[in-house]
Every structure is written in structure tokens, then in C-alpha cells.
């Protein structure tokens, strides 16, 4: 199982940023996938999930209205959409899957909100 983010990036507040997270190694239209990150001191938070087949999203109340969690089945890659960026949504961003009981992570890709 591999997952690779990308997108991260320095962005202002009130900006947007795209990430993406390619998937390999196992069958990605068969599995739900997650959005968590991790902010400096702080532990790993959920912030969006899917189902496989994209019918169903689920959100931190802290990102809710703001991120937009989306897949495509066919490019095995699933996306965050998060716009009107904050400072307090500064942290690294992983996607992940469970798969048997065991979650497989990305390497994580750095999402700094700063003026």
C-alpha cells in the first residue's frame, strides 16, 4: 500500500489549497478514505472522510463548510478541497486507509496558513 500527498504549500488567510493523494497498492474503489492532520504539540485530528464510492462525506466541525473531501476511482487519487483558510488550519495533512484493521498513512504534505 502506497499514498503519496501533494499540494501543501504557504497560502495567506482566506486562501485555498488542493490536495491530493495518489493511491496504489491495493483496490482503491473498495475502501473509505480519510483526511487527518497534525498540528505542531498537537495530536492526529480527523478532518474528512468518504466512502468508496464517494456517496458520503463526513467532516470536522472545525473544517465543515470550508473543505470539500472528493475521489475519482478511475486516477485512484482522492482530494481536499479547503478554502477560506486559517491560521489554526496550519499542520500537516495525511490521507490514510483501513484496510484488515491496519491503517496505512501517507508521508504528509505541509499546510502553513500565515500573513
Known amino acids: 500500500v502506497q499514498l503519496v500527498e501533494s499540494g501543501g504549500g504557504l497560502v495567506q488567510p482566506g486562501g485555498s489549497l488542493r490536495l491530493s493523494c495518489a493511491a496504489s497498492?491495493?483496490?482503491?474503489?473498495?475502501?473509505?478514505m480519510s483526511w487527518y492532520r497534525q498540528a505542531p504539540g498537537k495530536g492526529r485530528e480527523l478532518v474528512a472522510a468518504?466512502?468508496?464510492?464517494?456517496?458520503?462525506?463526513k467532516y470536522a466541525d472545525s473544517v465543515t463548510g470550508r473543505f470539500t473531501i472528493s475521489r475519482d476511482n478511475a486516477k485512484n487519487t482522492v482530494y481536499l478541497q479547503m478554502n477560506n483558510l486559517k491560521p489554526e488550519d496550519t499542520a500537516v495533512y495525511y490521507c490514510?486507509?483501513?484496510?484488515?484493521?491496519?491503517?496505512?498513512w501517507g508521508q504528509g504534505t505541509q499546510v502553513t496558513v500565515t500573513s
Open positions: 497498492g491495493f483496490t482503491f474503489i473498495g475502501y473509505a
Open positions: 490514510t486507509v483501513l484496510i484488515f484493521g491496519r491503517n496505512y
Open positions: 468518504i466512502t468508496s464510492a464517494g456517496d458520503t462525506t
